[in-house]
């Protein structure tokens, strides 16, 4: 990712997911609302500076819905906190399951972006690069982040958090459906600390972790852990899979999304024996 910061703030914009009212991610960085509806594609293209910036520009600018705001008392400072906004990204993008583009820097607010701004590419891989609506948060999500959202950046210290989060952010970027489910299962399996009869555990461990007092929900996880588990095997291995995998990969998305949301909100990533009977 590439930052560039000359000033005290600058803005990363987002699409994929939209926010109705500023929320203070810390004391450095508020997630903000952002319309372009007002940027025609001449005032687009005159705030690039670089070849390699307008065609993200272009491809970017209609489908910005929210934006970070981040500020800083150095220019220096102020890159290191902007770079590390993709954090921010990716984590919003797993807890509320949808695709956020984080491709553009600017140096104005997006509804104030004009011919005089400078907009550039954070990256040219035109990741959350799509068609879909963005996801728009609720009252209860925008409840959550205050009450949640600082300890999901802590847990991002944790390799193993880190990795189911990156996993579940990041499976989109892939064509083939059998590596989203290979990537999405690295995150699962990265959770949990089983290394032999690795299907019965990961299906018995993760019933348990999502629903500890709920007997009748708890065995609906395990069954379906278990399917879902045979056919990442066949995805993995290079097997015949004997049904679409699609709905496999979005249900596996779900169980990796359910257990990151219990972590966050449990402050703890799951403890094998007290999982184990």
């Known amino acids: ?35 372009t509806s007002h940027i025609d594609l001449k005032t687009a293209l ?9 065609a993200v520009v272009a491809a970017f600018i209609p489908r910005i819905t929210a934006q970070f705001c981040i500020t800083a008392k150095t220019p220096k400072e102020l890159a290191v906190l902007s770079w590390n906004t993709s954090w921010d990204a990716l984590l919003l993008s797993a807890i ?10 600017s140096d104005t607010p997006a509804n104030k972006i004009s011919s005089e701004s400078t907009l550039r590419a954070t990256n040219l891989q035109m990741r959350g690069l799509n068609n ?4 728009r948060l609720t009252k209860e ?33 892939h064509a083939a459906p059998r590596i989203k489910m290979a990537v999405i299962w690295a995150g699962i399996e990265g959770l949990f600390a089983a290394s032999s009869e690795i299907r019965f555990k990961l299906s018995l461990y993760i019933a348990r972790f999502l629903y500890p007092d709920k007997t009748d929900e708890r065995q ?11 056919t ?13 995998i699609g709905g496999a990969v979005e249900e596996s998305a779900q169980i990796l999304r359910e257990i990151l949301m219990r972590c966050i909100e449990n402050k703890s990533l799951p403890i094998e024996n007290e999982l184990a009977p």
């Open 132 to 135: 879909s609506t963005a996801y």
């Open 232 to 244: 990442r095997s066949q995805a993995v291995h290079g097997g015949k899979i004997k049904k679409e």
């Open 141 to 173: 999500d925008s409840e959550w982040i205050l009450a949640h959202f600082s300890k999901a950046r802590q847990m991002l210290d944790n390799d193993r958090f880190q990795t189911a989060i990156h996993c579940l952010a990041s499976y989109r970027w």
């Open 46 to 54: 005159a705030t690039c500076s670089e070849p390699d910036d307008i």
């Open 96 to 105: 509320f399951h949808t695709e956020i583009g984080f491709n553009l820097q």
């Open 220 to 230: 609906k996880v395990f069954d379906d852990v278990k399917r879902l588990y045979i």
């Open 1 to 35: 990712m590439k930052i560039v910061s000359s000033g005290t703030t600058n803005f990363i914009l987002l699409s994929g997911i939209d926010v109705q009212s500023p929320i203070k991610l810390n004391a450095s960085v508020e997630f903000q609302p952002a319309d």
